[in-house]
């Protein structure tokens, strides 16, 4: 995982850096809660879209908001509550529980060989497995930011979107929305929503 800047908004390019940028800070922020530097660029980022009306705007700007609001102790321990702890987590960040019921499932192994395809590997300091949802932002991150302008990386970003985040992505945002002690992950989910269908709807027009 990296370090991300927040993203920002402008020509086409730009866009492209934009995109690269937010799948990059979902993986961080779904990987692990936000350390303070991170938190505070959060807190001091803008939420007024360049473009009036902009698809994204209104659940940036929520985020930004729950992060001004809340202690970082207090966003630590939501994620731990929901994703950690011992045992079994309430929120799953595993495509292949979403998609089969099961951990290290048919998914894992799909998924194990597109990354060989990609000729990308999981770090051995990334301690989860690579259908976890952090790591499959990481891909798109780096398939994105590996050249922009290429239209065979625009095809390979589109499958492996629609392989490996698409079918079970809003599964997860579902349950990270209802579950009760959600707040900031909660907020993160609706962007994350907002942001996977923007994706969807660019890709689709691919063909």
Sequence with gaps: MTS???????????????????????????????????????????????????LLEEPWRALVGVAREMTQQAIDGEYNRLFGGIGKPEVYLYGSHFLSGFLNEKPLAKLRSDLLDLELARSENMSETEDHVAYLCEVMRYLIAADAQAEHQLKRQQEFFFRHLRP?????????????????????????????????QGFDMLG
């Design 4 to 54: 991300t800047p927040i993203p920002e908004s402008g020509s086409v390019l730009d866009e492209e850096l934009a995109r690269a940028e937010l799948y990059g800070l979902m993986s961080a922020l779904y990987y692990a809660p936000p350390g303070a530097d991170l938190l505070a660029q959060l807190r001091l980022a803008a939420t007024e879209a360049p473009a009036a009306g902009a």
């Design 168 to 200: 079970w992505v809003g599964l997860l945002c579902d349950a990270i929305q209802a579950h009760p002690g959600a707040r900031f992950y909660a907020a993160l989910a609706l962007l994350t929503r907002h942001f996977m269908d923007v994706e969807a």
